[in-house]
């Protein structure tokens, strides 16, 4: 059974950084597509980041330069660095493998 745990989320000051966990079970995360969604209340779910056979890395406009995501294959784990946080990206933060499984999510919440 594949399953997906995020962690790290919390209360943060504007400017300050977090960074949230994603430790996979079930599967090997090493060529899987992962990625990092959010949904803001009364929003749809929206991408972050993602890693693409093609591109490389995808960030979304609004977290470009700001957020990191990356991996760990040893530990089956995915990672979001996100720095100079803003209350904008206040939002409940998703992993996923290719927008198929989904992990129960992290609440992230950017005071202003």
């Known amino acids: 059974q594949v399953q997906l745990v995020e962690s790290g989320g919390g209360l943060v000051q504007a400017g300050g950084s977090l960074r949230l966990s994603c430790a996979a079970s079930g599967i090997r995360i090493s060529i899987k597509p992962m990625g990092w969604y959010r949904q803001a209340p009364g929003k749809e779910r929206e991408l972050v980041a993602k890693f693409s056979s093609i591109a490389g890395v995808i960030y979304a406009d609004s977290v470009q330069g700001r957020f990191t995501i990356s991996r760990d294959n040893a530990k089956n784990t995915v990672y979001l660095q996100m720095n100079s946080l803003k209350p904008e990206d206040t939002a409940i933060y998703f992993c996923?493998?290719?927008?198929?499984?989904w992990g129960q999510g992290t609440q992230v919440t950017v005071s202003s």
């Open positions: 996923t493998i290719g927008g198929n499984t």
